[in-house]
């Protein structure tokens, strides 16, 4: 964490990760500062981009979104062009819910968040259709014990 971020900026960033829809007034008490040096100090780690937004999060079981895959891909392209590609074709797949470049065994993993298995087939085969990859490997959550965790600062 930034230098110029002391204990009550990491009070306010805990308790906006807790509850992002808390009043100013709330977050301000909740802190121990006045509602202005709050807001001043919100303010600025919205302008450094500590804070790059705020969200709401959503229970995918109410929403009908009950299968959670972890998907690790590896391919043989590395140059910067085929990851450009790649990168665009998974934004244009909206159950793709995380995605990351990794080490180790595999090149790249990712999150979707699908209704059932038949949806989850429609999104693999709309990701391996416009882009080689050597090989897909796909694990079904059973069970999610600990999702979207805060931060720890």
């Not at 085929?82 to 998974?90: A, K």
């Not at 244009?92 to 989850?120: C, H, K, L, N, Q």
Request: charged share 30%.
């Amino acid at each position: 964490m930034s230098e110029k971020t002391d204990q009550f900026d990491r009070r306010i960033l805990r308790e906006l990760q807790r509850d992002a829809g808390l009043s100013q007034r709330d977050l301000a008490e909740k802190v121990g500062l006045s509602q202005n040096a709050c807001w001043r100090r919100l303010r600025a780690l919205e302008e450094r981009g500590v804070i790059r937004g705020r969200t709401l999060v959503l229970d995918r079981d109410k929403l009908g979104l009950g299968l959670t895959v972890f998907v690790l891909v590896k391919t043989r392209h590395h140059s910067a062009v085929w990851l450009q590609t790649f990168r665009q074709h998974v934004a244009g797949i909206p159950e793709i819910v995380d995605f990351f470049r990794i080490g180790g065994e595999y090149d790249y993993m990712m999150r979707i968040v699908t209704t059932d298995m038949a949806s989850y087939d429609s999104v693999y085969q709309r990701l391996i259709q416009k882009v080689e990859l050597e090989s897909v490997t796909s694990y079904f959550a059973m069970e999610a014990i600990a999702e979207r965790r805060p931060l720890p600062v």
